[in-house]
């Protein structure tokens, strides 16, 4: 059984930096994509950040530069690494693993329960 937990949300201020974390049962990070999403409250559910198996790294366009994908095969844990916070950045956050390997396509295998990032002004 496949099962990811997320965890490191919570509130910042503007400027300030988090970490998510999503931790992977059943599956293992190393052989699949690895997906970051976030969804806004009367928004639609958007791609963030995304690697893919070879090593490359895609972001969207209002996050380059901030935040980060990484991993770490030994913990079969993946992370956000997200600095300069900003308010439009308040979402809840969503890690997913597996196909398609498309920042702009919102379906994949399998998906974290979530958890909320609030950036205050």
């Known amino acids: 059984q496949v099962q990811l937990v997320e965890s490191g949300g919570g509130s910042v201020q503007t400027g300030g930096s988090l970490r998510l974390s999503c931790t992977v049962s059943g599956y293992t990070v190393s052989k699949y994509c690895l997906s970051w999403f976030r969804q806004a409250p009367g928004k639609e559910r958007e791609g963030v950040a995304l690697k893919y198996t070879v090593g490359s790294t895609q972001y969207a366009d209002s996050v380059n530069g901030r935040f980060t994908i990484s991993q770490d095969n030994a913990k079969n844990t993946f992370y956000l690494h997200m600095n300069d916070l900003r308010p439009e950045d308040t979402a809840m956050y969503y890690c997913?693993?597996?196909?398609?390997?498309?920042?702009?396509?919102?379906?994949?295998?399998?998906w974290g329960q979530g958890t909320q990032v609030t950036v205050s002004s």
């Open positions: 997913a693993i597996g196909r398609p390997c498309d920042l702009e396509i919102t379906t994949r295998n399998y």
